[in-house]
């Protein structure tokens, strides 16, 4: 049986025990006028006329707000006291998420800003602290700006094609956490399966005064592997383990089949005095691509996708709750995929925990912007490192998607800074991570790229496989849709092969362009008119593409229906439009 026990924390990825949520009703206004910062809104007391419920943003049903209105810039306040039994420690002041740009006031005061909407960040607001009750203040500005990362939110009013309604503002956990005066901001462990090795790299911020002493502890299934510590007397502090373990095995590898875990906790120290202890973990295992194939561990494996775009119908981008996740994942095994391609978003990270703990592999998907500037560069590459830097430690991300069907780059194909962009990003994903793969253009007009990932949507299985009859034409040409490599871009033949969208089969689905205000619902080709016709054409092109000799793996679109696109395997409430069982047998 496998253990789905919540984590309450926002970050079990990066988990202390002195922590405290700060999510519920906060103080919320609109300020379209930009009168918050004359006004000083930021001072302590000053009231906003509306409540939300956070992490939910105003857009959603569950926020208690729910308008679809463009309000470029949003205020936030509430109340907050610090725990008595953290007196005298450093307090941290956490966001998960906040979309886009974010100045961040305790007491009046301001602490710190962040721009990005989808990445963690956080400030020590110790000194500006007082005792009893704080005030903190957030302005956030979101505008319709399409050099931002947006992924599937519109930058209009209202809905079009397959893009669906934003989200401005918190839309993650907010949270305070006790260290010391030094603390672990970030680690990252890289496993080394060929060399039977896991390298620690942690990063630690604050006072540097004397020489730290860092104790770790390894475990796996509950039992202690590894302890010991080590000293530093620079930020970063590393430690490389030799992992091997007598027996026939000297290594538990971590695969969909059997998802192995190691925990890890840090804990450092200052003559000894505990300043910091974060838990994490990480899975030793391997990919890579030789030869045409995606090898895990060194084993061939065929990939089955399914496309999710992580929206739920009254909170948008935010998980109703952990519970929701955990139903996904679970929702894809049982539909007969190992994997997801979570389709241009980073995810809450729990999604990402679940999926490590569960056994599914992931295709980690940047968001895209929709303009080609200098701007849309800096906003592309500063998300990228936050998603790696992020996500490093989650096994079941094998490979990074930088850039889907040339959005942001749309003129690709011949202009070589468009080309370049997409190689920037892809050699960033080397250098910043060099554990995963990497799709550098999924969909077509690809560059230098690990994946030959190419869409068709072809709606029956004989068109299918004329497309695809011949690899080194299809190289040459293309499928369906554009070219696939962009102009001088010559594959090296060492490229896996995998049909990353393909199927979009929508059901009909009576009154539901009336409950999209008359607006015509999304799907490819024409509706099935129900379930035994959507199974057999699912399985009609699903076979096809197995039946490509050179083609190593598929992804579904899509797991839900999202608004007006209704060609998901579950309706937007997770209810399966056809039995799951048969489903799975297409798919095994």
């Known amino acids: 049986m496998q253990n789905t026990a919540k984590s309450a924390h926002p970050r079990p990825d990066f988990k202390r025990e002195d922590y405290q949520l700060l999510d519920g009703a906060w103080q919320f206004a609109f300020d379209d006028k930009n009168l918050g910062i004359k006004d000083h809104w930021d001072r302590p007391g000053h009231p906003l006329n509306m409540t939300i419920q956070v992490p939910f943003c105003y857009q959603s049903e569950k926020s208690g707000i729910h308008t679809d209105e463009i309000h470029p810039i949003l205020w936030y306040r509430r109340a907050f006291s610090i725990n008595p039994n953290w007196d005298g420690k450093h307090i941290w002041l956490r966001f998960g998420a906040v979309d886009f740009e974010a100045w961040v006031y305790v007491n009046g005061r301001m602490v710190g800003s ?8 956080g400030f020590d607001i110790t000194q500006y602290l007082v005792q009893g009750e704080n005030d903190l203040c957030l302005r956030v500005v979101d505008t319709p ?13 209202g809905l079009m094609g397959c893009w669906y309604t934003p989200v401005s503002g918190i839309w993650q956990s907010v949270y305070l956490e006790a260290t010391g005066c030094s603390s672990f901001e970030s680690i990252h462990v890289t496993p080394d399966i060929d060399r039977c090795e896991a390298r620690i790299d942690s990063l630690i911020t604050g006072k540097m005064a004397a020489p ?18 080590w000293q530093s007397t620079t930020p970063r502090a590393n430690l490389t383990l030799d992992m091997r373990e007598a027996g026939v095995d000297s290594l538990r590898y971590w695969r969909p089949e059997d998802p192995a875990l190691y925990q890890l906790t840090l804990t450092l120290y200052q003559e000894n005095k505990q300043l910091d202890r974060v838990t994490t973990y990480f899975g030793m295992r391997k990919i890579e691509v030789q030869n045409g194939q995606v090898l895990l561990n060194h084993q061939p494996i065929y990939q089955r996708l399914v496309l999710d775009q992580g929206y739920w119908p009254d909170t948008l981008l935010t998980p109703p709750d952990e519970e929701a996740l955990i139903a996904d994942v679970q929702w894809i095994k049982k539909l007969g995929f190992n994997g997801v391609r979570k389709h241009q978003k980073m995810e809450d990270p729990r999604f990402y925990h679940w999926c490590d703990r569960l056994g599914l592999l992931v295709w980690a998907e940047l968001p895209a912007c929709y303009t080609y500037n200098n701007q849309m560069l800096e906003n592309n590459f500063g998300a990228m490192m936050d998603f ?10 094998i490979a990074w998607v930088p850039f889907n069907e040339s959005w942001g780059v749309r003129e690709i194909y011949a202009d070589k800074k468009q080309q370049s962009a997409a190689r920037m990003l892809t050699q960033l994903c080397y250098a910043a991570d060099g554990t995963r793969i990497v799709s550098a253009n999924d969909g077509w007009e690809q560059t230098e790229t690990d994946i030959c990932a190419l869409h068709d949507y072809a709606a029956d299985g004989k068109t299918l496989k004329q497309h695809f009859a011949d690899r080194a034409q299809v190289e040459k040409t293309g499928c369906d849709w554009r070219l696939a490599y962009a102009k001088g871009v010559v594959p090296t033949g060492e490229e896996a092969f995998i049909i990353t969208e393909y199927g979009g089969i929508a059901m009909q689905n009576k009154g539901a362009q009336e409950d999209m205000g008359g607006m015509a619902t999304w799907g490819y080709h024409d509706k099935v008119a129900d379930e035994e016709a959507f199974l057999k054409r699912f399985e009609d092109v699903t076979s096809a593409i197995r039946s490509i000799p050179y083609c190593v793996g598929y992804c579904y679109t899509q797991l839900t229906d999202v608004m007006q696109e209704i060609n998901g395997l579950l309706g937007p409430d997770r209810v399966p439009k056809a039995d799951p069982d048969k489903i799975r047998a297409i798919n095994q």
């Open 388 to 397: 790696i830097n992020r996500d490093y430690n989650h096994p079941s991300i």
């Open 145 to 157: 700006d399409l050099s931002q990362p947006r992924g599937k939110q519109y930058w209009q009013r």
């Open 212 to 229: 730290l002493t860092l104790g770790y502890e390894v475990s796996l299934d509950g039992k202690t592997t590894h302890r010991g510590q």
């Open 114 to 121: 962040h721009k990005g909407g989808y990445a963690p960040f």
